[in-house]
């Protein structure tokens, strides 16, 4: 099972950003797909998640305004746009799967860094 994040850079205030994450070896419709976010020494926190048939969706409070999540079952990819970015964005952002109807994520990307700058 491969999960590829890709789309991180560096951005100013107030830019956007698109990740991406492509998924091979599972089922991908079976899975729930989301996003977290780690930065050092801090735990690793939810950002959004979309359903395995991408008809629902979940967002953070505090971000659920500037990101949105979206999955294309045919290509297997999963994106979270950001818009509206701040310097407290800055993390490294990691795409999870987690099988339907199950508690935790089993799937874990490499992450991809996201850097805001003021």
């Known amino acids: 099972v491969q999960l590829q994040a890709s789309g991180g850079g560096l951005v100013q205030a107030g830019g956007s950003l698109r990740l991406s994450c492509v998924v091979s070896?599972?089922?991908?419709?079976?899975?729930?797909m989301g996003w977290f976010r780690q930065t050092p020494g801090k735990e690793r926190e939810f950002v959004a998640a979309v359903t395995w048939r991408g008809d629902t969706t979940y967002s953070a409070d505090s971000m659920k305004s500037r990101f949105s999540i979206s999955r294309d079952i045919a290509k297997k990819l999963v994106h979270l746009q950001m818009n509206s970015l701040k310097p407290e964005d800055t993390a490294v952002y990691y795409c999870?799967?987690?099988?339907?109807?199950?508690?935790?994520?089993?799937?874990w990307g490499q992450g991809t860094q996201v850097t805001v700058s003021s």
């Open positions: 070896g599972l089922s991908f419709s079976n899975y729930d």
């Open positions: 999870g799967a987690r099988r339907r109807f199950s508690a935790g994520y089993s799937y």
